[in-house]
């Protein structure tokens, strides 16, 4: 007799590695729809966290469903190499249209992960340089390569220290600027300083392949740094032939308000990885570059079995139609801007709600603890419990697991906005309420 479900979820433990199966909250679901999950408890959950920031065009829209089936009906595996399909062509001139400068050619893989490999392969091997700087508090991947540039959590690289040749300096930090000084001017110059420090005393900037940035932190806390900051680190890569990366596998596809992030900050890095939302929930991804990069990457110096696979690429080219014709990427800016609003109300009122970090619909609320103000994971994973209990699913980030990722759906409506941070400002209310109960026993 085969286990039912719930016993199933009972016998997890004991099938799946803990590392896959004991994050926050590992809902049990069986059904998915537009802006809501269907649990295995019977509930209804609206779901603020797109599969972290996946299902851009909401789950199962009615156009991937079918286009799965269609696809299927045609092809189901293309190996790289052995054949060649439409759809894979077909996505690459789509996505050369809505991508910036000449990022127009793709080596199409399956993971964020892996496209954060090819982008270091690829950087490596054209300019024949050992080195890579990446930014403290990134997170690009856990392979060994895309490891070496990942540093959000200390814990990922434990007993595992890649041997990559990789040096990091500080994100952008607008919490350090001096009072009365601009924070983008002090960004600006402290990132020049922190290269100048690191080219003087560690690494010498001809030696250096590329710089890795994510345009907004993302795993590391939701921090949107200023446009300058981004601007002069291109500057800074074009004074060294130095080929500027960007890590747009969390901000592509409309999150942040435009198709990519490069676009909302107006920078175009060399190389670019994207994934997430690019098949709303397929497997796919890309390592973009230029033509002319690309074309001095030869046949053999990198490969794939499963990337780029049919089914994926037939859904990602309706991923891009749905969000023209939906117009999420504008829906993503107004929804963004009237969370934020809603936001500031309940930051007001909430006074452990340490700050609200938004661009787009990719939106940070951080947690601080009542008495000390220091970040507080422990009580937001208090918050996320009592929301999910009154129906809203959020995930977290941030080093201490303090921030409050709330990232739904590019379809998301305004009700759903209000239904979501009505049920949030509960769950504040409820916990501020047990934290003080305590606090006085
Ligand atoms: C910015 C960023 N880069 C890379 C990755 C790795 O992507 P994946 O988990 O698809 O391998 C992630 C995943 O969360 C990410 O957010």
Not at 35 to 41: A, M, P, R
Not at 120 to 137: E, H, N
Not at 377 to 382: A, C, R, T
Request: net charge negative; glycine share 8%.
């Amino acid at each position: 007799m085969k286990n039912d479900w719930s016993q199933l979820v009972k016998n997890m433990p004991n099938r799946l590695a803990p590392s896959m199966a004991k994050d926050h909250p590992n809902l049990p679901v069986v059904k998915e729809e537009g802006c809501y999950y269907f649990g295995l408890d019977g509930r209804k959950y609206l779901d603020f966290t797109s599969g972290i920031a996946v299902a851009n065009t909401g789950h199962r829209h009615p156009k991937i469903v079918q286009s799965i089936k269609d696809a299927a009906d045609q092809l189901t595996h293309g190996p790289s190499g052995v054949i060649i399909y439409e759809s894979i062509l077909r996505l690459a001139e789509e996505l050369a249209e809505i991508l910036p400068g000449n990022l127009d050619c793709f080596f199409f893989a399956n993971s964020g992960t892996e496209a954060i490999e090819g982008a270091l392969k690829l950087a490596k091997y054209v300019t024949q340089r050992p080195y890579v700087i990446s930014f403290t508090g990134c997170f690009h991947g856990r392979s060994l390569g895309a490891l070496s540039v990942t540093t959000s959590k200390s814990k990922y690289r434990k007993y595992l220290q890649p041997s990559a040749f990789t040096y990091q300096i500080p994100y952008a930090n607008v919490k350090e600027c001096p009072p009365g000084a601009d924070p983008e001017v002090y960004c600006m110059e402290k990132v020049e300083k922190d290269f100048e420090n690191l080219f003087k005393h560690q690494v010498t900037p001809e030696e250096v392949a590329c710089v890795i940035v994510e345009p907004v932190l993302g795993e590391g806390g939701y921090i949107v740094p200023p446009r300058g900051w981004l601007h002069k680190i291109r500057e800074i890569c074009d004074k060294h032939h130095i080929l500027l990366i960007f890590d747009e596998v969390q901000t592509g596809f409309g999150r942040t308000g435009e198709w990519f992030a490069a676009q909302t900050f107006g920078v175009t890095p060399d190389i670019m990885a994207i994934a997430k939302g690019i098949a709303s929930g397929l497997p796919l991804s890309a390592t973009v570059a230029s033509k002319e990069l690309m074309s001095k990457w030869p046949l053999g110096s990198h490969g794939t079995t499963f990337g780029g696979n049919p089914l994926a690429c037939s859904v990602a080219l309706t991923t891009l139609e749905i969000i023209k014709e939906e117009n999420l990427i504008e829906n993503s800016r107004n929804m963004g801007k009237y969370a934020v609003m809603k936001l500031a109300a309940l930051k007001e009122k909430h006074t452990v709600i340490g700050s609200v970090r938004a661009v787009g619909l990719m939106i940070g609320i951080e947690i601080i603890h009542p008495v000390s103000k220091a970040p507080d994971g422990e009580g937001l994973l208090k918050i996320l419990d009592i929301a999910l209990n009154k129906g809203v699913l959020f995930y977290l980030c941030g080093n201490y697991g303090e921030v409050i990722r709330m990232i739904p759906p590019l379809t998301v409506t305004k009700e759903q906005i209000d239904e979501g941070l009505q049920i949030l400002d509960e769950a504040l209310t409820e916990y501020e309420r047990n934290s003080m109960a305590v606090s006085s026993q």
